[in-house]
């Protein structure tokens, strides 16, 4: 089983940047899928950016050019840069892992004041 805890959201203003870190329980690198997904009220959980093999890594056509994905494989963490954060990108943002189930952490809170 693999347990996902994310850390570093906040409340920042428009413009603003946050690194978001999702730290697993296991190797990070041994796992088929890594990546970021949001949800913000009323709406769909979506996946805004996720590893496509190795280092190489697609985004959401929202969030492109802003964010950029990551990992650190010996501290078994994947991070998520998020720069020029607009308002529009306020949501709960979850870690989610594939090895022979879906996982999801618990989310961490971005809020991005106009």
């Known amino acids: 089983q693999v347990q996902l805890v994310e850390s570093g959201g906040g409340l920042v203003q428009t413009g603003g940047s946050l690194r978001l870190s999702c730290a697993a329980s296991?190797?990070?690198?041994?796992?088929?899928?890594m990546g970021w997904s949001r949800q913000a009220p009323g709406k769909e959980r979506e996946l805004v950016a996720h590893?496509?093999?190795?280092?190489?890594?697609a985004y959401a056509d929202s969030v492109k050019d802003r964010f950029t994905i990551s990992r650190d494989n010996a501290k078994n963490t994947v991070y998520l840069q998020m720069n020029n954060l607009k308002p529009e990108d306020t949501a709960r943002y979850y870690c989610?892992?594939?090895?022979?189930?879906?996982?999801w952490g618990q989310g961490t809170q971005v809020t991005v004041s106009p």
């Open positions: 296991g190797s990070v690198a041994s796992l088929n899928f």
């Open positions: 989610r892992a594939l090895d022979k189930a879906w996982y």
């Open positions: 590893f496509i093999s190795g280092a190489n890594a």
